[in-house]
């Protein structure tokens, strides 16, 4: 990131400034950092606690804000979320000396993320250690509107989740839900497509994302 001293003061210029991104370095960080894609409610407690245990981990993380995101700027695409993230790898993976990232969406953003890590070129998906889909739904959208904040109301251009992350290859799948979430996609995902873990609670599984956050951690350094 590029720095300025004006008057005594330390101004930084965001990498990507066009991008509704959140930056959380690792107090230590090591070579690993995380792209986190978050839900309707932008950088709400749910992924900042997440974050927080991914920094205590050593893993820095680049958050992108999927409502700010949907709502700014030309009509998203799974080509165009694409192009974005790609660029978001590319600046950050190099500012930060990353050479392993892991791809984490939560709610809206773990019903991208598939699209996306499907149309990397080969050489980052490589670099894609794990993807892990938190409480996401059965369809996907590319479109926000206010009504999705309460509702899971379904649009003739969604787009079916699990078929697109059963066409993942080569990438270790974590597929988090609550045990009570009627339109989760985890329970619908065919054996082996990735690795199901069911926690306590509904969409936002008890609030307990301390502990959910640490359970992604245990699964990367598990593997």
Not at 92 to 102: E, I, N, S
Not at 109 to 118: D, E, H, R, W, Y
């Amino acid at each position: 990131m590029l720095a300025l001293v004006l008057a005594g003061l330390v101004w930084q210029a965001p990498l990507l400034p066009d991008l509704p991104l959140v930056e959380a370095r690792a107090a230590i960080p090591g070579h690993t950092m995380a792209l986190v894609m978050s839900g309707d409610g932008n950088w709400a407690e749910s992924v900042k606690e997440i974050t927080r245990a991914l920094n205590r981990d050593g893993i820095s993380v680049i958050g992108l804000k999927a409502r700010a995101y949907l709502t700014s700027g030309p009509t998203r695409t799974p080509e165009s979320l694409t192009r974005d993230v790609l660029s978001i790898l590319e600046a950050y993976g190099r500012a930060w000396q990353a050479d392993t990232v892991l791809m984490i969406g939560y709610s809206r953003g773990a019903n991208l993320l598939p699209f996306v890590l499907n149309r990397l070129p080969p050489a980052w998906t490589a670099k894609v250690g794990m993807l892990a889909l938190i409480s996401g739904g059965r369809n996907a959208s590319f479109e926000f509107h206010l009504t999705d904040l309460v509702s899971n109301r379904a649009r003739p251009t969604d787009l079916a989740l699990a078929p697109e992350v059963e066409r993942i290859t080569g990438v270790r799948v974590l597929c988090v839900y609550g045990s009570d979430d009627e339109n989760a996609v985890c329970p619908a995902l065919r054996s082996g497509a990735a690795r199901i873990l069911a926690r306590p609670g509904g969409h936002h599984m008890d609030k307990d994302f301390e502990a959910l956050g640490e359970a992604i951690v245990a699964e990367w350094r598990a593997r």
